[in-house]
């Protein structure tokens, strides 16, 4: 199982990034995805999230109206658009998919986390 965190930088404020999170070695297309961050001393705190066939999301209030998130169930891969960003959206943002078989288990998959630092 491998989730791929790309796509971070070092951006000015009011700049945009996208991340990318690619998802191997697991149904992708049955999993809800998320984003999460944490910056330095703090709490990992959830970003946004997706369900599996991209029919609902929800975006934490910190970031609702500058981030979106979305999904392509072809290519395995989902995506955080963050636009407006600022100083306090500096942190490292991780991937998260959460694949629940049932009966069969519910299997909890993280990224290695994709840095990104906002400057003022």
């Known amino acids: 199982v491998q989730l791929v965190e790309s796509g971070g930088g070092l951006v000015q404020t009011g700049g945009s990034l996208r991340l990318s999170c690619a998802a191997s070695?697991?149904?992708?297309?049955?999993?809800?995805m998320s984003w999460y961050r944490q910056a330095p001393g703090k709490e990992r705190e959830l970003v946004a999230g997706?369900?599996?066939?991209?029919?609902?999301?929800n975006i934490a209030d910190s970031v609702k109206g500058r981030f979106t998130i979305s999904r392509d169930n072809a290519r395995n891969t989902v995506y955080l658009q963050m636009n407006s960003l600022k100083p306090e959206d500096t942190a490292v943002y991780y991937c998260?998919?959460?694949?629940?078989?049932?009966?069969?288990?519910?299997?909890?998959?993280w990224g290695q986390g994709t840095q990104v630092t906002v400057s003022s």
């Open positions: 998260n998919a959460l694949l629940n078989l049932g009966w069969s288990g519910v299997y909890d998959y």
């Open positions: 997706i369900t599996s066939t991209g029919g609902r999301t």
């Open positions: 070695g697991f149904t992708f297309s049955r999993s809800d």
